[in-house]
């Protein structure tokens, strides 16, 4: 009877067990997914492109059959264009008279001027570390969460953005210049760490950075860099608010997407390229999924359609688009036909989005010559995933591979079908099949490209990209061997363990960064000085401004009006503040010529008793020894005042006067006309230097807080969360 008894309780017991087991089991694997998926960093975009622009996939070339040619140098470069998605171990490199715009987040984002060189070291949630090799790039970094790293990494020392603001990173001269234009920043070298606040400029000496140099921005140079960079960033929206410096700095957040676009309220901010789609297209309220994204298109229009795909390492095959604003919509979200119009559906605002090389589904089809895709649905399986360096895949989820069902094989012309010869092409219209839906039944649909043989051996033997460019040897020698300095080291990711080796990453010393640097404070004595600091930032400007008309110039040749209208305004503004700087040299001139002769007149002051006194006792004597030797012999007049200047004076000028008494009533008393207004000449001239010295002297403090002025100083604060 009690083993009848035990045995139910048991039974529960062991259902329990199982139960509880099962729940570790699950909750374990969810864990283990989770842990997984944060180790494949996150993805930037390159937003424009302005001239020729080369980008290197370095970790492509690093796994590649030919991995020991490639050490030695010879990785191939190719043309970077806009949408083209970014990671951790790429390039970007731009050439003479060419630039670039970067968007590495929603909200942060970075413009490269000419002969620049980028490399990406880490970037996912929580870090964003870059590598600046070569050139100067602007920073424009609009939010960041709390304990957040955003570094720039130089040859002489880290950068590390503490708030959000606009940055000028340059190298020149073997040296870096950090210009603070909104925010605050701090310089980490093997020297020690600094801060740079708002307004103001640090360089760095020296490959041991142990000569710093702080001072402040010339308001004139300042206010062209963010006049320029917000007329490149924004050209569709900028109206030129920014001309000036302190019209910068008394509203800095006006363009800041976050606050301007409608899209930041219905999709996460963090996505980069949310802001293009307003521009190009409209939100509407779709039943059955809220709020969605319509582009502007014509009707037949299908997603993942016009543009090519590239082979991406570790993302495999990744979809470009040449639409303007085709980058949010083909690597975040889904894709619904409703009512025969084509809607983006985004993820919800406030989860973190999750980078997609493509969110499309292949189709392995009988044609062996053909391959097919088509866009995911709300609700389709994905599973994200990355190669290896032998092109084996790791799944981050487990997700079938192979779904039974998709929602948008049943929409008519959804499915895009191309020879696998323009797989690694921009798709032209004419060669899109049109596929049968009853044979569409019959193909099994797969989520991971590579498991289509068409594309594996595409994807192995490397048989489609773009076009090439060759960098000079010298340049790609300096690119590839010039090691940077970072405050951390870059973690490691699972398909490049060599990251920190194969990109030159040194990491400063842990004792170093509490250290101190030796900063030379140059910020009063520049304004003290009458001089213009930022040099090396006036170059900057004026090379920017010679590209920006450059381009300008080569659009109005062929008929834009919109672009002779800008050259214009360009030119004006160039003509107004050349007469700007040579008002300021001539004041800057004039002030130093007063502050000599108030230097020269302080001296004379300074011993008012001493040359009164001396001219009292010379007078008499000059007054009657020339009467005498004009009477008897000229000559002798021009001997004797040189003897009398020469005359030795050991004793004070109070006891020559009291020697001698009677010299002054009796000078008093000739009554020579001629002599008396020689003297009162000579009386006064001394008498009108003296109060227009004082008038200078009275002149010259207020000169200071007005060249303090243009520093730019007040208290900056974020730009918001997203």
Not at 497 to 521: G, H, M, S
Request: aromatic fraction near 10%; hydrophobic fraction near 35%.
């Amino acid at each position: 009877m009690n083993n009848i008894r035990v045995w139910p309780h048991l039974t529960i017991v062991a259902v329990l067990c199982a139960l509880i087991a099962g729940l570790g089991v699950a909750f374990y694997l969810k864990h283990e997914q989770t842990a997984q998926a944060a180790e494949l960093p996150n993805a930037a975009r390159i937003q424009r492109v302005d001239g020729e622009v080369a980008f290197l996939n370095d970790g492509l070339y690093a796994n590649d059959a030919n991995r020991q040619a490639n050490e030695v140098g010879q990785t191939q470069w190719v043309t970077a264009t806009p949408n083209q998605p970014f990671s951790v171990g790429d390039r970007i490199y731009t050439r003479d008279n060419s630039r670039a715009s970067l968007a590495f987040t929603g909200r942060n984002f970075a413009r490269l001027n000419p002969n620049t060189a980028l490399d990406v070291i880490a970037l996912d949630d929580r870090r964003t570390q870059l590598a600046l090799r070569d050139g100067s790039a602007i920073f424009d970094v609009g939010y960041l969460a709390p304990g957040e790293l955003f570094e720039v990494g130089t040859p002489y020392g880290a950068v590390d953005f503490d708030q959000p603001g606009l940055y000028n990173v340059g190298l020149s001269n073997g040296s870096a210049i950090v210009s603070v234009l909104s925010g605050l920043a701090q310089v980490i070298g093997l020297g020690g760490s600094g801060q740079i606040g708002k307004g103001e400029m640090l360089t760095l000496l020296g490959q041991t950075a142990a000569q710093v140099v702080l001072s402040r921005l010339d308001g004139r140079n300042a206010g062209y860099l963010v006049d320029d960079y917000y007329r490149y960033q924004y050209p569709n929206y900028y109206d030129g608010r920014y001309n000036s410096y302190d019209a910068y700095l008394n509203d800095p957040y006006y363009y800041d997407p976050y606050r301007r676009s409608a899209s930041y309220q219905y999709a996460p901010a963090l996505i980069p390229g949310l802001y293009d789609l307003d521009y190009y297209g409209d939100w509407q309220n779709v039943s059955g999924y809220g709020y969605a994204w319509r582009p502007r298109v014509d009707s037949g229009w299908v997603p993942y359609q016009e543009g090519y795909w590239i082979n991406d390492y570790p993302y495999g095959p990744t979809w470009v688009s040449s639409e303007p604003w085709g980058y949010a919509p083909y690597h975040y979200g889904r894709w619904a036909n409703v009512g025969n119009q084509w809607y983006w559906i985004p993820d919800a605002v406030n989860t973190t989005p999750l980078y997609s090389p493509a969110l499309v589904a292949f189709l392995p089809l009988n044609d062996a010559n053909q391959v097919g895709w088509v866009p995911l649905a709300p609700g389709d399986p994905y599973a994200p995933r990355y190669y290896d360096a032998n092109w084996q895949p790791y799944y981050l989820t487990r997700t079938d591979v192979a779904p039974t069902r998709l929602v948008n094989l049943a929409v008519p012309n959804a499915v895009t079908v191309v020879p696998v010869d323009y797989f690694g092409r921009q798709i032209d219209p004419r060669v899109i099949t049109r596929v049968n839906p009853q044979m569409l039944a019959q193909v099994r649909p797969v989520l991971d490209p590579l498991l289509v043989t068409p594309l594996r051996n595409a994807v192995i033997h490397s048989a489609w990209g773009r076009g090439k460019i060759d960098l000079p040897p010298g340049i790609a020698k300096k690119l590839f061997e010039t090691p940077v300095i970072t405050s951390v080291a870059p973690p490691a990711p699972p398909f490049r363990k060599d990251l920190a080796r194969a990109l030159r990453v040194e990491p400063i010393p842990e004792k170093v960064k509490n250290e101190k640097l030796k900063i030379r404070d140059e910020r009063q004595g520049n304004e003290a000085r009458g001089e213009t600091p930022g040099r090396e930032q006036a170059a900057q400007t004026d090379a920017a401004r010679k590209q920006q008309m450059a381009e300008l110039a080569a659009k109005a040749a062929q008929g834009d009006k919109d672009a002779r209208r800008q050259a214009r305004q360009l030119e004006q503004e160039q003509r107004k503040q050349q007469l700007e700087v040579q008002k300021a040299q001539r004041v800057s001139q004039q002030a130093q010529r007063e502050q000599e002769r108030q230097q020269a007149q302080g001296e004379r002051v300074g011993r008012p008793a001493q040359q009164q006194v001396q001219q009292e006792v010379q007078r008499p004597q000059m007054r009657r020894v020339p009467q005498q030797i004009e009477r008897k012999q000229p000559q002798p007049r021009r001997e004797e005042r040189p003897q009398m200047m020469r005359q030795p004076r050991p004793e004070p000028p109070r006891q020559q006067v009291q020697q001698q008494p009677p010299a002054r009533p009796q000078v008093m008393r000739q009554p020579r006309p001629e002599p008396r207004q020689q003297v009162q000449q000579q009386q006064s001239a001394p008498a009108a230097k003296q109060p227009a010295a004082k008038q200078q002297v009275k002149q010259g403090p207020p000169a200071q807080p007005a060249a303090q002025s243009q520093g730019g100083g007040g208290k900056g604060k974020g730009k918001g969360k997203p």
